[in-house]
């Protein structure tokens, strides 16, 4: 029978859909029936696992699967011994401290001899450890808002997207003291030489997916006595393709652009006279 990686995803939420998005974007063929628990890809050799996201560190390091997609923030508490392939950059979180609202917080400091409900022991203890900060801890698995106003704990350590379920129980947020996103892990040894090729497959495929989406392919016309001058501004893979126009003394360049540096590029250009900029998405890209 043919080898296949068998990949852990967790089987329903934003990390899935974000999880199962990137993996489509890499030309991976699969159903998308959400009652289905175990299906193989159509065109290649990948097999998906659907479960609990805080459940796939442990699959992987039984063997269950070979690789999963899981927040950091589960992959540290749980510090089983496997590896982050890549971080996928997706599903960003903090951790972050909430106290009650008449609670005068100047700091780690104020959490000493304090009891604090959280989900994440492992993560909170090493972070107040090296602060010298000695605290309780009460783990919970849910609804960690609540325990301030039970009597359960002084203070909570959460994961916080907006802060308003915070508000709604008398809480506010103090301090994050981790940020987490998506991360692909594995173990170590794949167990197979045949299972290790498909991995820097996929690999290969994710990585120049997530390349793409981080860059703009641009276009433009450019007077050519500016060309050395947009060259040091807009750089390119290499450099930028130049092609010479029919009117004389202009030129179509063609490049490359970082996402994040884009507006101060196209304002740069347009101050040198540039002229029809195109700016479309880049759907792959490899170095």
């Known amino acids: 029978m043919a080898q296949v990686l068998r990949i852990a995803i967790q089987k329903s939420g934003r990390l899935s859909e974000k999880s199962l998005e990137i993996i489509k974007?890499?030309?991976?063929?699969?159903?998308?029936?959400?009652?289905?628990?175990?299906?193989?890809?159509?065109?290649?050799?990948?097999?998906f696992l659907y479960v609990r996201d805080d459940d796939i560190p442990a699959y992987i390091r039984d063997?269950?699967?070979?690789?999963?997609?899981?927040?950091?923030?589960?992959?540290?508490?749980?510090?089983?011994?496997?590896?982050?392939l890549t971080?996928?950059?997706?599903?960003?979180c903090r951790l972050s401290i909430a106290v009650?609202?008449?609670?005068?917080?100047?700091?780690?400091?104020?959490?000493e001899g304090k009891r604090i409900a959280t989900s994440y022991p492992n993560i909170l203890g090493g972070i107040l450890k090296e602060q010298g900060v000695k605290a309780s801890f009460v783990q919970v698995s849910g609804s960690v808002e609540v325990t301030p106003a039970v009597g359960i704990a002084d203070a909570i350590c959460d994961l916080v997207s907006t802060g308003a379920t915070l508000a709604m129980n008398g809480l506010k947020e103090v301090q994050a003291i981790y940020t987490s996103t998506a991360v692909m892990i594995g173990r170590k040894q794949m167990g197979s030489s045949e299972k290790e090729a498909i991995l820097q497959r996929l690999m290969l495929r994710i990585d120049a997916v997530m390349r793409a989406a981080s860059f703009k392919y641009v276009i433009f016309n450019l007077p050519e006595e500016h060309l050395?001058?947009?060259?040091?501004?807009?750089?390119?893979?290499?450099?930028?393709?130049?092609?010479?126009?029919?009117?004389?003394g202009w030129v179509s360049v063609q490049t490359?652009?970082?996402?994040?540096?884009?507006?101060?590029?196209?304002?740069?250009?347009?101050?040198?006279?540039?002229?029809?900029?195109?700016?479309?998405?880049?759907?792959?890209?490899?170095?």
């Not at 974007?25 to 097999?47: H, M, T, W, Y």
């Not at 050395?228 to 004389?248: C, H, N």
């Not at 507006?263 to 880049?282: N, R, Y």
Request: aromatic share 6%.
């Open 25 to 47: 974007k890499c030309g991976i063929k699969f159903g998308s029936d959400e009652r289905v628990l175990k299906e193989q890809a159509s065109n290649f050799p990948l097999e």
């Open 228 to 248: 050395d001058q947009v060259a040091r501004i807009v750089g390119g893979m290499k450099s930028p393709t130049v092609t010479r126009l029919m009117e004389a």
């Open 87 to 92: 971080d996928l950059g997706f599903a960003k």
């Open 63 to 84: 063997g269950v699967a070979d690789i999963g997609i899981v927040g950091r923030n589960e992959y540290d508490e749980q510090a089983i011994d496997l590896q982050v």
């Open 100 to 111: 009650p609202q008449d609670m005068h917080y100047t700091g780690l400091i104020s959490l």
């Open 256 to 287: 490359v652009v970082a996402e994040d540096t884009f507006w101060d590029v196209f304002e740069q250009l347009k101050a040198l006279g540039a002229q029809g900029i195109l700016v479309t998405p880049i759907e792959k890209m490899t170095e």
